[in-house]
Nanobody
């Protein structure tokens, strides 16, 4: 059973930065496509960023493109989300997810097999 644990969330002022981490255990992390999603109160969970097995390909939601960077360290079984120039509208619970059996960019929530418990990011204006 794969377990994903996010960390790094918190309260930050607009314009600030945070780095989220998602540590995986119990599986073959280097063969999982990984993604970050977020969910704000009263809204549906939305795609933020995704990365393939070796990190050679990444994809971002338009709302975060140029500000967020997804990366992974397969030796540490960890995927990261660096968030710069944060805005109040980035406030949400951020989740990481793992998709097994594919080495593609995965955007849709239904195609992910495992999810973390989430970490809160709050951006004050």
């Amino acid at each position: 059973q794969v377990q994903l644990v996010e960390s790094g969330g918190g309260l930050v002022q607009a314009g600030g930065s945070l780095r989220l981490a998602c540590a995986a255990s119990g599986g073959s992390f280097s063969r999982y496509a990984m993604g970050w999603f977020r969910q704000a109160p009263g809204k549906e969970r939305e795609f933020v960023a995704a990365i393939t097995w070796g990190g050679g390909r990444t994809n971002y939601a338009d709302s975060v493109k140029g500000r967020f960077t997804i990366s992974r360290d397969n030796a540490k079984n960890t995927v990261y989300l660096r968030m710069n120039s944060l805005k109040p509208e980035d406030t949400a619970v951020y989740y990481c997810a793992a998709a097994t059996g594919t080495n593609t960019i995965v955007v849709h929530t239904t195609l992910y097999d495992y999810w973390g418990q989430g970490t809160q990011v709050t951006v004050s204006s």
